[in-house]
Every structure is written in structure tokens, then in C-alpha cells.
């Protein structure tokens, strides 16, 4: 049986919510602040403006020795409130950015659910799983570190 991940990340943002929701909605741009996001390439444009039906092709490293590539189609978009999406690859499943706000800033919440493709991550799965965990909450960290740097300007 193949592992299955299950990640919440709630980031408390400073900033008004049209600055948080271009810097999410435009993951193109995210190697620019987010560490570890080594490169973000498209593969398919969208057909409208909206960014659905859009993939484009991520490569993360972690902290741990490892990269993941993997492909993101975008599946649903309400402006400034949702962007749904599904993975493909090393990493495959769903993936969910939600936005209110929140006071004077704004609550941005990914939920991401995925199973890993990697023989090797499966193997180890049931020994490995917390450090994978904390893995993907060192990435998260350090991407929350970079849009509050990104906000600040």
C-alpha cells in the first residue's frame, strides 16, 4: 500500500489580502522568495484567465538530501478565496489554498494531501514518516519567512 500525507499549514499573514492572493496565485514567481522552490516551469497555459486547467512542473528541496518534482494542474479558482489543485508525480494528490481575512491581515490555509512515488520514500514510510512531517513543515516554514519578506516591500 502506498503512504498517504495529510498536511494543514496555516500561515497569519500581515498585508491586505490582494498582495497575499498574487503571491500565492502566481507559484511561477515563488522560486523568487520561497526557499526551496528550486524551479516552477509551465507546461500547459490555461485556456481563460482564471490560471484552471493551467500545469506547471515543481522541483522542491528540503532540508533532507532529496528533491521531489512533481506536476500541478490548477482545478479550481474563486479569486481571492480558493485555488484547488491536483499533483502528479513524486508526489501526487490534492492540494488546497483557502484565504480570509483575518483583522488587519490574512489567514491562508493549505491543506495538501498526497501520496509519495518514490520506492524508496515508500519503503521507509513507516519509519520516516515523522521526519517527513518535519520536513514538510521546514519547507512551509521557510516559505511563510519569505512572503512575510515579500509583504514588507
Keep these: 500500500?502506498?503512504?498517504?500525507?495529510?498536511?494543514?499549514?496555516l500561515w497569519k499573514l500581515k498585508g491586505p489580502l490582494?498582495?497575499?492572493w498574487e503571491a500565492i496565485y502566481h507559484s511561477e514567481r515563488w522560486p523568487a522568495w520561497w526557499k526551496?522552490?528550486?524551479s516552477v516551469e509551465e507546461i500547459r497555459a490555461a485556456a481563460g484567465l482564471d490560471g484552471v486547467g493551467s500545469v506547471r512542473r515543481f522541483t522542491w528541496?528540503?532540508?533532507?538530501?532529496?528533491?521531489l518534482t512533481f506536476d500541478?494542474?490548477?482545478?479550481r479558482v474563486e479569486p481571492m478565496a480558493l485555488i484547488e489543485s491536483i499533483a502528479e508525480g513524486e508526489l501526487a494528490g490534492t492540494g488546497r489554498w483557502t484565504f480570509s481575512r483575518d483583522g488587519d491581515g490574512v489567514l491562508a490555509r493549505y491543506d495538501w494531501n498526497v501520496r509519495t512515488s518514490k520506492p524508496?520514500?515508500?519503503?521507509l514510510a513507516p519509519v520516516a514518516r515523522p521526519v517527513f512531517r518535519w520536513n514538510h513543515d521546514v519547507i512551509m516554514n521557510w516559505g511563510l519567512q519569505g512572503i512575510d519578506r515579500l509583504l514588507a516591500v
Design 61 to 67: 528541496k528540503s532540508r533532507l538530501p532529496y528533491r
Design 1 to 9: 500500500m502506498v503512504p498517504s500525507y495529510s498536511f494543514v499549514t
Design 72 to 75: 500541478v494542474t490548477v482545478a
Design 36 to 38: 526551496g522552490v528550486e
Design 120 to 123: 524508496w520514500m515508500n519503503l
Design 18 to 20: 490582494e498582495k497575499v
